[in-house]
């Protein structure tokens, strides 16, 4: 029923550690995968991926799409505190201006 | 300015009153979208206008919700007659292009009481 799954939904992890979340999604008019970071009410953007297999960098973190298994990983590596927050993945459908979002996957990174 | 804002940032509302939620895009922003978050929940998508234009309120989950955006920038969600279950964290997002992303407010936290 859910276009766009997240895994885990939580995940609790130490300073340093590197980490990888999970986004799968089912729709029938693919245009975009988005990731966002919220870590109190608005969300902030982070990646929005197109094409298959090109990764996407920003500092610590990065993303790639597979468009033929339709799911997007989220890497971050040697984390921090201040990456806790709440990871949502949006899916954006051809035709509709509209975002579809996972539920999220809760990071608490613990020093 | 230089981001979206929304206001007011909490609203406490009893049951049967109804409300104005009001959003500023971001300006020269063409499309703007208003989301409602439940608690441990990502966003669900409510409405979408391109300019002045409404092209999408398929999210918009009962006749009691409006919104509008008459000159194409500053829009106002309304909910009239709130339920317990209106209670959420409504978010108002704005892009000058799909593919350029959507910069979203801090959006307005609304209790029903």
């Known amino acids: 029923e859910d276009k766009v799954v997240q895994s885990p939904l939580s995940l609790v992890v130490h300073e340093g550690d590197t980490v990888t979340l999970n986004c799968s999604y089912e729709?029938?008019?693919?245009?975009?995968l988005l990731w966002y970071k919220q870590e109190k009410k608005a969300p902030t953007f982070l990646f929005m991926l197109?094409?298959?297999?090109i990764e996407k960098k920003s500092g610590r973190l990065s993303s790639i799409l597979d468009k033929k298994e339709l799911f997007s990983i989220l890497n971050i590596t040697a984390t921090q505190t201040g990456d806790s927050a709440i990871y949502l993945c949006?899916?954006?459908?051809?035709?509709?201006?509209?975002?579809?979002f996972g539920k999220g996957t809760k990071l608490t990174v613990n020093p | 300015g230089a981001g979206v804002s929304q206001s007011p940032r909490y609203k406490v509302a009893k049951r049967g009153q109804d409300v104005a939620l009001r959003c500023d895009p971001i300006?020269?922003?063409?499309?703007l979208f208003w989301y409602q978050q439940a608690l441990g929940q990502g966003p669900e998508f409510l409405t979408y206008?391109?300019?002045?234009?409404?092209?999408?309120k398929s999210g918009l989950p009962s006749d009691r919700f409006f919104a509008e955006r008459p000159e194409g920038s500053v829009s106002t969600l309304k909910i009239q007659r709130t339920q317990q279950e209106d209670s959420a964290v409504y978010l108002c997002?704005?892009?000058?292009?799909?593919?350029?992303?959507?910069?979203f407010g801090s959006g307005t936290r609304l209790t029903v009481v």
């Open positions: 997002a704005s892009s000058p292009d799909w593919n350029y992303g959507y910069t």
């Open positions: 729709v029938t008019n693919f245009r975009s």
């Open positions: 197109t094409s298959s297999g």
């Open positions: 949006a899916v954006e459908e051809g035709g509709s201006e509209k975002l579809v």
């Open positions: 300006s020269g922003h063409v499309s």
């Open positions: 206008f391109q300019n002045e234009a409404q092209l999408d």
